[in-house]
């Protein structure tokens, strides 16, 4: 996907988006964490459910992206505010830590490594998988060049 324009944290247009978008994920994210919460020293299920979510979705919507065009326009705005802002707000890799940190300070030793290991290995092939539904959505070739080796 190649990058045009100043960097989202140098355009105010494009913070208000990761801001609202991201407002927007957190909320989501807190009201379904309270209420599904899941009893102490049990697999988290809601952040796992949440993370999956969000890494099919994010690899869904950056390789659909970057399929229909360059990175500039409505497609940096949707990417920005939706892919940053909004999926960035609603995953949660702090909580996901934190929640296998308990496990293994509670005792669970089994639950919480599998949930550690589940979650990382089961949200590469949910990303892998959006990616994969992106390019059968568009059924396209992949028209956004990648920036220059120099480019950041």
Known sequence: MGLSGPPPYR???????????????TAVRA???????APAGTWPWVTFLINITGSFLLGLLLEGLARTGADAGWRRRVRVGAGTGMLGGFTTYSTFGVETALLLDGGQLVTGVGYGLASVAVGLVAAWAGVEAARGLTGRVRTATPPPATAR
């Not at 009201?31 to 919460?37: D, G, N, T």
């Open 11 to 25: 355009d105010p247009r494009l913070l208000v988006l990761i801001i609202l978008g991201g407002s927007l994920g």
């Open 31 to 37: 009201w379904l964490e309270s209420s599904f919460a």
